[in-house]
């Protein structure tokens, strides 16, 4: 497992449009080097499937074209199901240039030889949906406490269920403030305890809610 990105200076001028972010998954704060790596950032820290992650881990190095090259993957991903993987990210315009070709070359023998996967990912895996990114950026700032998080699973478990049920109408139901459960519900979709449709719909008091029946048992 990777647990420390390799690069040294931070305030290098490498990349563009940099974030620098608080990471729950991994607790740490994260560094980030273009807006589609926040957008990559935002996906995988809000995955349930993803249990851990790692930007910038490691640096590669093979021979290319008879010369000795480095690269460096955006990212280590470590799935809940024991794969690892090491992701490039990449505006599809540049997936063909000559730099690309040398990075995805490099990279992948690597994955091959040590038992890895390889994940190009694109802006047209990441920002397809305006609605569902807007709702991470939203979630990325709440801050969690497990105190109230776990207050918040024993007052609203009783009331969430495989059926959807907007937060309105939990609202009304319970007799809570709806600026009051809001949070409540913000901090446990982020912790991923409940599912919602933020994929469809700005998050609000219309936002939907369910467990599974997995979930539930």
Known sequence: MFTKPVFINKNNKFGNNRWIVHSNKINRTVY?????????????????????FCEQ?????SIFEDKIKKSI????????NGVEAMR??????????????QQSFIQKSWCNKNNYKYELVTEE???????????????????????????????????INSKPNTVLELSK????????????????????????????????????VWRDEAQIS
Request: glycine share 2%; proline share 4%; aromatic share 10%.
């Open 73 to 80: 993957p955006d990212m280590y991903i470590q799935y809940v």
């Open 57 to 61: 881990p490691i640096i590669i190095e």
């Open 125 to 159: 895996h990441l920002i397809t949906n305006p609605v569902y990114l807007s709702n991470l950026k939203l979630l990325s700032k709440v801050e969690i406490d497990i105190g109230l998080v776990n207050k918040f699973k024993e007052t609203l478990d009783k009331y």
């Open 32 to 52: 980030l080097f273009s807006d589609l790596e926040y957008a990559n950032w935002l996906v995988v820290e809000n995955d349930p499937s993803i249990k851990y």
């Open 173 to 208: 139901e319970m007799n809570i403030e709806i600026e009051v459960i809001l949070q409540q519900i913000f901090c446990l979709i982020k912790v991923n305890y409940i599912n919602s449709n933020i994929d469809e719909l700005f998050l609000g008091p219309l936002t939907e």
């Open 88 to 101: 490039e990210i990449k505006y599809s315009v540049d997936i063909s240039s000559e730099r690309a070709k």
